[in-house]
């Protein structure tokens, strides 16, 4: 009953002296607010960036591949489709996709056309890997990889080429003496992640075990997307413990293999945003303070203004707990009040930081919930310890003084 009281008393004093009250908050208003802008601010920019980031690169990739020993030139480690089943047995339900890949250069002839493109030997996962689109056909299937089929999918340009706008599927080209079946052509504009459409146009793909019996192929890097970014730093030092098991340690004790992951250089965007809300932030914060230190100066006016008020009540019984908790409550509800108005205008700011950006970039963000309830938090935290010594200086009053005071 006291606290629903000390509130309605909070509020009438409040709402007694409008203007007082408003210049008293402007401080903790455009504190909340500017809060809350650069937290919506910030956090869009890392999403922009990250969305940027990842169409230009699958930020859930990583590569692995043999280390190279400079003394005898030549990688101190060969993985074999042996150790891909191994990691896809003991990891494969955190892997989304899993694939090994090489390219060299290679001549392709049809009819006297020839054309050198890079040729890729590789899986039928890796249509995942690189999210391959097709114009025409197929790409390479489980039982091309199975029978080691004499099949390839060619770039948009390298089939032009060729083909001279001719059908291009299931005709016949040689490559090094082999004949291989053509079952699928990339779309014009694929723009793979990494790659540009310009470098996929001229790409050929075969299977690797087809690449294995007729070029003798023993050596490839391993490519592995998964399916939860977060678990890239896991998932990273898992494949080199399993290639470790099959494979042992390098002379110098080391791993034979390194692993890189796309989304390492993402740790800079997350390093810059903390950097970032850490500086604006306590911009505001200073603002704040200004506001806390405001705060307080009127709830000491306040106590002036009331000490008759507060020494009839003390003469009547009430205690210095009585007359704290009231006083701290009315700065504690001011500060609210404050908190709740800077809460508006920092969605009203953001919303108009995000009709300006779209004029310019695709941005897109929402307010944190986390922070408008820090929000709240923060400004009571401001009520209550700018109240308190307000609170104080009215407890201690001394009640035949507070009666006689003009």
């Known amino acids: 009953m006291k606290l629903a009281e000390y509130g309605r008393m909070a509020f009438s004093e409040i709402f007694h002296n409008k203007v007082r009250t408003i210049l008293t908050l402007i401080g903790i208003i455009i504190g909340i607010a500017a809060v809350i802008v650069i937290i919506f601010v910030v956090q869009g920019a890392e999403q922009f960036i990250l969305g940027e980031v990842e169409r230009i690169t699958p930020v859930d990739m990583m590569q692995v591949w043999a280390r190279w020993n400079p003394s005898t030139r030549r990688p101190m480690g060969i993985m074999t489709l042996a150790d891909l089943q191994n990691i896809e047995s003991k990891a494969g ?110 790409r050929g793909f075969i299977p690797i075990s087809t690449a294995e019996r007729f070029y003798g192929q023993n050596y490839f890097y391993l490519l592995l997307r998964v399916k939860d970014r977060s678990e890239m730093g896991y998932m990273l030092q898992r494949v080199i413990e399993l290639l470790n098991e099959r494979h042992g340690l390098a002379a110098d004790g080391e791993s034979r293999f390194q692993a890189y992951d796309m989304s390492s250089g993402l740790e800079m965007v997350s390093i810059l945003k903390i950097v970032l ?130």
């Open 93 to 202: 339900d955190r892997i989304r996709a899993l694939a090994p890949m090489l390219q060299y250069s290679q001549t392709l002839q049809y009819k006297g056309n020839e054309y050198n493109c890079r040729l890729i030997t590789t899986t039928p996962s890796f249509q995942r890997i690189y999210e391959i689109e097709l114009a025409r056909g197929r790409f390479l299937s489980q039982l091309d990889y199975e029978q080691r089929t004499q099949v390839i999918v060619l770039g948009y340009e390298t089939a032009k080429e060729l083909f001279n706008n001719q059908d291009p599927l299931n005709q016949k080209i040689k490559i090094h003496g082999a004949t291989f079946t053509v079952v699928g052509v990339l779309a014009e504009d694929y723009q793979s992640p990494v790659f540009p459409a310009s470098v996929n146009n001229t």
């Open 277 to 406: 809300m850490v500086l604006l932030g306590g911009v505001a914060s200073i603002t704040l303070l200004v506001a806390g230190i405001g705060v307080m100066n009127i709830m000491l006016v306040i106590v002036t203004e009331r000490t008759k008020e507060i020494g009839l009540r003390k003469a009547l019984g009430a205690t210095r707990s009585d007359i704290m908790t009231q006083f701290i409550i009315e700065a504690i509800i001011l500060c609210l009040l404050g908190g709740v108005l800077g809460i508006i205008g920092g969605y009203l700011g953001s919303n108009a930081a995000l009709k300006f950006a779209n004029n310019f970039i695709v941005f897109k963000g929402t307010v944190p919930t986390w922070a408008v309830f820090l929000s709240i938090i923060f400004t009571s935290g401001v009520g209550l310890f700018f109240g308190i010594y307000p609170a104080l200086k009215a407890a201690k009053m001394d009640p035949i003084k507070a009666l006689h005071y003009e």
